[in-house]
């Protein structure tokens, strides 16, 4: 039987290579309260730009579809805390795990667990790759979850076709 929080994925941000296990369901659990008091604010600011569908008949637009000037001017006004993101930021990345392949002294890789000090190095100047190495925390551990918010809230489109590129530009406006 294959475990599931043993199944690590691989993601390239930046320049690195993150492998990233599965939370705990009651780690996950946990979480989903500090997570949804982040997002929400985001996420109303952006549902009114997810269209119910064209006039031609198409369905609504995924999140990753939303034009970045609008969601950021959506987002403007959203006020979501310094210390609260910071605290979740470290619960979804530190912890044990996301491994980064790092070049080690004979030119090879080394797999090193991300911890406070690995990240502050990886991530100095470029906070915009530590916000995308969430997104992929959040969507290998809450997929679901945001799947089925979106159909409750009336976007059944929303949360198909995600790319990274998308997601960058989306993080990027909200930065």
Do not use: W
């Amino acid at each position: 039987m294959a475990l599931k929080r043993m199944e690590p994925k691989m993601e390239r941000v930046g320049g690195h290579k993150f492998y990233i296990k599965p939370f705990s369901a009651f780690k996950a659990a946990n979480l989903t309260g500090e997570l949804a008091s982040v997002l929400s604010p985001l996420l109303s600011a952006i549902a009114p730009l997810l269209s119910d569908g064209g006039s031609d008949g198409s369905e609504g637009k995924s999140l990753m579809d939303v034009d970045v000037d609008k969601a950021a001017d959506a987002m403007k006004g959203c006020n979501i805390s310094g210390d609260k993101l910071e605290r979740l930021m470290k619960k979804l990345l530190l912890g044990g795990h996301i491994v980064v392949e790092m070049p080690d002294e004979d030119g090879g890789i080394e797999p090193q667990p991300l911890d406070m000090d690995l990240a502050d190095e990886l991530f100095c100047g470029e906070v915009h790759e530590m916000f995308i190495l969430c997104f992929y925390v959040i969507k290998m551990n809450y997929n679901g979850f945001f799947e089925k918010f979106a159909t409750l809230s009336g976007k059944g489109g929303a949360g198909e076709g995600d790319t990274a590129e998308g997601t960058a530009k989306v993080i990027r406006a909200i930065l």
